[in-house]
């Protein structure tokens, strides 16, 4: 039986303006977690329509009804990035357009793949998210806690769930597709792809959000781009239109933590991987146990400061 509670959260993204800095003491963090919201609506849709696909191939009782868990929550995660974004669009209308074109590159790839390659995309890409999302958790003093509320507690509680559900897609590509070797080989086409996204999404914040909102050069997270700025500094020739500041969004985190959250991601990519045994974010569990107790989850930081609970 999966022990995957599929929380139907909404967060107050119509009821005031939703700043595209909403991290002020962070810029770069707050594009990237802006962009992380174009992303999930694009790969989550994917994940619904290929579990779809999956259903009928799924023998194991079990494995069929993790694999239900799991799409249920990542329709509900793509839902409320919706209207996370409904709100940036608001602003800055420019940006519908780039969320139709990550949207469509997703759509593409349903269309154009086999079910084993979206399947392998997702349990590649999910594996990561344990390492990654601890280091964020883990700092969310500094990342999560100086914004505004209603993104902070989206992203906690987004992030939670995918450590929540971290075991589920490779279950489910080991339960229909089941070869290390494939996953592996495809690996390098998937990461191209995930990075192409999020340089879709970053073009469209320097295109469509005026430099004075955005604080810096939404692409500065880049390691390409940043070698290609630093070629243009030695070759004018080569030099790129300057877009802004280039901090990277985990410049103040520990060093340590960092490396070890990078190795995590590696580590999640050979074969025999088993994403039960990760290490997972000391938040992740506070966050289960005060939703368990009826906490407003969606006012993470404000509900605490006022006491204020749920239902
Ligand atoms: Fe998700
Ligand atoms: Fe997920």
Redesign the pocket.
Known sequence: MTDLIVRKLTFAFEQHDVPFLWNPENPAFSAMANAVSFLAIGFEKM?VKMIMQAKPLITDPEVAEEADA?MR??GQ?STAHRQHVRGLIRNYPGLQETLDEVVGEFDKLTAETPLKYRLAYTADL?AT?TSVFKLMLDNEAVLFRPGDDRVASLFIWHFV??VE?RS??LIIFDSIVGSDLYRMRVAPSIFRHVLRMIRIANIGFNKHVPLEERKIDALSMSATYRAQHRLGKLLPRFALPDQGPMPRAFDDLPLGEQLLALRGVIRSQLPKHKPAHEKTPALADVWFQRYQDGYDVTRWYTAEATGAEAN
Do not use: V
Request: net charge negative.
């Open positions: 994940i799991f929550q990542e995660h999910e998210f769930e995918e559900h589920s897609a």
